[in-house]
């Protein structure tokens, strides 16, 4: 049953002004005594500063409870800001024990075979070198121990041994690194470069192939040529070069005349003068093939070069860039990776010597079928083994130009390292402070078995997970 008073009737022009406090109150009481059945007359003293006038009733008004918002924490961070972090390499730890007798890398340890299972620390100007091309990876575990160093395995040695040879016959060695996923080929490129540092050479290196194919970068294409330059790239890989090998640099002068540059570059200028006329991206490649001529030159006492290259299959395929029909462009028709696919063919040849390395990922990888099918190949050569595997009659995924690339490379394949090895690892780890146990046959053994036979990445997946921040 209503209420037979409603709050309209309370404010009309001939009854007494109420509060809105008393007329709520006054509205509840009548709901009240409607639900009751009983009728009953609300009164009330009129409030001096509620007063009105006969004609003009009052207006209910309600106060606006103003919502509490979230309190911010902190700025936002800025852009890149999260990237940066990610990317970002320490190599060292003020808090880790100084290793007791830990010697430092010269030019020949690494091809030394007594050297082998033995960790090395790594010269700090080789540090800032390694630093500049990007040859350090933010999950590997530098950040633990004292100075980065590096533990010198068989095939360290051999490849270093192959190294060396090429460069004195003025050769140039072609060599793929395999292994499955967190077996150190990046490492084992890292140790290659910095035997080339240690010895004078050019070290030219592309930490992430797939930054070449993915479209992240500016791209556009070349006057008279189907190739395809990446000029912010290139500028960044030239800035990235100068600052590696400024001290072999500094001591060379051009043998060519450049004067289709920016900048004109007579004979007998400081290379340097060269490298620093890339002031804008837009003439990067023309500088970059400038500098390309002239580390090429023959006759003119240049020094070794080392081209390397990480995550080989992002180059091995389609890449994610296409042309004004909209059609895909294919990895080899881009300029940079052009150089390098042409030295790794045996397509240009380095006339001072050197040798082209590439390292598979197994991380973040496209599938390649030509690539895993040369790599299979080129091992099945080595072994000299009776049956060559050969192409899928029914797939359709392979690649002509890829095979032609990979067809006359060396393949060393990384596996586990041995028990020695292991056990001067460990050695390492247990005299830094991050290994708490003593390092005896039994723990080797348990830590080697653990890890697929000696895999160094599950060794410190195994020892050190606790100790990275």
Same mark, same amino acid.
């Given at each position: 049953?209503?209420?037979?008073?409603?709050l309209?009737?309370?404010?009309r022009?001939?009854?007494?002004?109420?509060a809105p406090?008393?007329?709520?109150?006054?509205?509840?009481?009548?709901?009240?005594?409607?639900?009751?059945?009983a009728?009953?007359?609300f009164?009330a003293?009129?409030?001096?500063?509620?007063?009105?006038?006969?004609?003009?009733?009052?207006?209910?008004?309600?106060?606006?409870?103003?919502?509490?918002?979230?309190?911010p924490?902190?700025?936002?961070?800025?852009p890149?800001?999260?990237?940066?972090?990610?990317?970002?390499?320490?190599?060292?730890? &003020?808090?880790? /024990?100084p290793?007791?007798?830990?010697? @430092? #890398?010269?030019?020949?340890?690494?091809s $030394?075979?007594? %050297?082998?299972?033995?960790?090395?620390?790594?010269?700090?100007?080789?540090v800032?070198a390694?630093?500049?091309?990007?040859a350090?990876?933010?999950?590997?575990?530098w950040?633990i121990?004292?100075?980065?160093?590096?533990?010198v395995?068989?095939?360290?040695?051999?490849?270093?041994?192959?190294m060396?040879?090429a460069?004195a016959?003025?050769?140039?060695?072609?060599?793929?690194?395999?292994?499955?996923?967190?077996s150190?080929?990046?490492?084992?490129?890292?140790q290659?470069?910095?035997?080339?540092?240690?010895?004078?050479?050019?070290?030219?290196?592309?930490p992430?192939?797939?930054?070449l194919?993915?479209?992240?970068?500016?791209?556009?294409?070349?006057? &008279?040529?189907p /190739?395809?330059?990446q000029?912010?790239? @290139? #500028?960044?890989?030239?800035q990235?070069f $100068?600052?590696? %090998?400024e001290k072999?640099?500094?001591?060379?002068?051009?043998?060519?005349?450049?004067?289709?540059?920016?900048q004109?570059?007579?004979?007998?200028?400081?290379?340097?003068?060269?490298?620093?006329?890339?002031?804008?991206?837009d003439?990067?490649?023309?500088v970059?093939?400038a500098l390309?001529?002239e580390?090429?030159?023959?006759?003119?006492?240049?020094?070794?070069?080392l081209?390397?290259?990480?995550?080989?299959?992002?180059?091995?395929k389609?890449?994610?860039?296409?042309?004004p029909?909209?059609?895909l462009i294919?990895?080899h028709d881009l300029?940079?990776?052009?150089v390098?696919?042409?030295?790794?063919?045996?397509?240009?040849?380095?006339?001072?010597g050197?040798?082209? /390395?590439?390292?598979?990922t197994r991380?973040n990888?496209?599938r390649s079928?030509?690539?895993?099918?040369?790599?299979?190949?080129?091992e099945a050569?080595?072994a000299?083994?009776?049956?060559?595997?050969?192409?899928?009659?029914?797939?359709?995924?392979?690649d002509?130009?890829?095979?032609?690339?990979?067809?006359?490379?060396?393949?060393l394949?990384?596996k586990?390292?041995?028990?020695?090895?292991?056990r001067?690892?460990?050695?390492?780890w247990?005299?830094?402070?991050?290994?708490?146990?003593r390092?005896?046959?039994?723990?080797?053994?348990?830590?080697w078995?653990?890890s697929?036979?000696?895999?160094?990445?599950?060794?410190?997946?195994a020892?050190?997970?606790?100790?990275?921040?």
């Amino acid at each position: 049953m209503s209420a037979s008073n409603c709050l309209r009737c309370l404010v009309r022009p001939s009854a007494v002004t109420l509060a809105p406090r008393q007329i709520l109150q006054a509205g509840a009481g009548a709901a009240g005594a409607g639900a009751a059945g009983a009728t009953r007359t609300f009164t009330a003293t009129a409030s001096p500063n509620n007063q009105m006038s006969a004609n003009r009733p009052q207006k209910l008004r309600f106060r606006k409870v103003k919502k509490k918002g979230i309190t911010p924490q902190g700025k936002p961070p800025l852009p890149g800001e999260r990237k940066a972090y990610r990317k970002k390499i320490v190599l060292s730890n &003020n808090n880790a /024990l100084p290793v007791a007798g830990l010697e @430092t #890398l010269r030019p020949n340890d690494l091809s $030394k075979q007594k %050297n082998v299972g033995t960790v090395m620390a790594l010269p700090e100007d080789v540090v800032d070198a390694l630093r500049a091309t990007e040859a350090f990876k933010p999950t590997q575990c530098w950040g633990i121990f004292r100075q980065p160093s590096v533990l010198v395995r068989q095939e360290t040695v051999d490849l270093i041994k192959k190294m060396d040879g090429a460069a004195a016959d003025g050769k140039t060695l072609r060599l793929v690194v395999e292994g499955n996923r967190i077996s150190g080929k990046s490492l084992m490129l890292l140790q290659a470069m910095t035997h080339a540092f240690m010895n004078d050479w050019v070290v030219l290196h592309i930490p992430e192939a797939q930054e070449l194919t993915t479209a992240c970068t500016e791209y556009s294409p070349l006057e &008279n040529s189907p /190739l395809w330059s990446q000029p912010v790239y @290139t #500028l960044k890989l030239l800035q990235a070069f $100068k600052k590696a %090998n400024e001290k072999v640099l500094s001591r060379m002068n051009t043998v060519y005349s450049h004067a289709d540059l920016p900048q004109i570059i007579p004979i007998n200028s400081p290379l340097i003068q060269l490298i620093n006329s890339a002031k804008e991206a837009d003439g990067a490649w023309a500088v970059f093939q400038a500098l390309w001529r002239e580390l090429n030159a023959e006759n003119a006492g240049r020094p070794s070069i080392l081209f390397t290259l990480d995550g080989l299959a992002h180059i091995m395929k389609m890449s994610d860039y296409r042309n004004p029909a909209f059609e895909l462009i294919h990895s080899h028709d881009l300029a940079l990776v052009k150089v390098f696919t042409d030295c790794l063919s045996g397509a240009h040849k380095m006339p001072n010597g050197g040798a082209v /390395l590439a390292a598979t990922t197994r991380g973040n990888s496209p599938r390649s079928a030509s690539m895993e099918l040369a790599i299979a190949q080129r091992e099945a050569e080595a072994a000299k083994e009776e049956v060559i595997p050969q192409r899928d009659p029914y797939g359709k995924k392979y690649d002509d130009r890829v095979e032609a690339v990979m067809k006359s490379v060396e393949v060393l394949r990384l596996k586990g390292v041995s028990k020695a090895e292991a056990r001067g690892l460990l050695e390492y780890w247990a005299a830094s402070g991050a290994l708490k146990k003593r390092v005896d046959e039994e723990l080797v053994s348990e830590k080697w078995t653990l890890s697929g036979n000696g895999v160094v990445g599950e060794m410190e997946r195994a020892t050190l997970l606790t100790m990275k921040g």
